[in-house]
DNA sequence: TGTCTGTTATACATATAATATAACAGTTAC
DNA sequence: GTAACTGTTATATTATATGTATAACAGACA
């Protein structure tokens, strides 16, 4: 797996796995169909525990991202990954606000602050040209 | 005060704090120089213990936002809020990396994130006028 | 002398994060 | 049929984060 971990990040631990996962499905890394690690796999690949891997899990699952199949395994949602709704939008722009906000103080232009969204973007895109 | 906390949310009083008087200096509500507030007087208006104004001040502080004069008060820093540097901009697509790799997982656009963060912006600005 | 600052120190309750074991109930392969 | 594999559940423990409650200190100031 192309799975990489910070301990010395504040960020939880089975947050930084989720968001690896995520980013490894809109890079298409990942595909719909495609099978994960069991727990068990992935916990001793990583050097964590079995109940980290499986919070990320439960959690990508109620999200929409992935099926568990009780004693088969896990995959990437086959159907995709739910479109946007309008709560998404409204969690979206919770999680920016604060952050223009303090690029706004510390004198970030706003088309300084869209050039560096754009950046990303264009790092995902190339991620998919592996 | 402006400062509006929702004691329902999974944010920490304290990060909802810093948010505020950061929105609050975005959009000019706030000005160089101004006081804000003491400790006390402020967690008795929004019903919250003093150590927690205490800890939102003191990392406001710790991030250049403003300065603590030991026996005056608070004020918004009269030289204004540090620049960006290149460890913000690291920091700052930190936060945004998981973002974005979620809304392209659902299906928006890269103009429609940018028309978001765009909204935010203008919100902002809006907000300058009173 | 009070009253106001921020600061510091303790203590306490609760919640979250992460780990460690253990066991259970199905599936699948040998 | 047994062994190895799934996710799941349950318990327990440790550490850290969050928030509150008091209390006291030292300096400023009217």
């Given at each position: 797996m192309f799975i990489q971990l910070d301990f010395?990040?504040?960020?939880?631990i089975y947050t930084q796995l989720k968001h690896e996962i995520i980013a490894g499905i809109a890079r298409k890394d990942l595909s719909a169909g495609e099978a994960l690690p069991s727990v068990r796999s992935l916990a001793a690949d990583l050097g964590i525990n079995l109940h980290t891997v499986n919070k990320a899990y439960q959690q990508l699952k109620q999200e929409g991202f992935i099926l568990i199949h009780r004693q088969k395994g896990v995959v990437i949602h086959p159907d995709g990954v739910p479109e946007a709704g309008e709560d998404y939008y409204a969690e979206l722009k919770e999680t920016l606000r604060p952050s223009i906000a303090e690029s706004i103080c510390r004198g970030l232009s706003e088309e300084e602050y869209l050039s560096i969204c754009q950046d990303i973007f264009k790092g995902f895109k190339e991620g998919e040209k592996k």
């Open positions: 010395e990040s504040k960020k939880p």
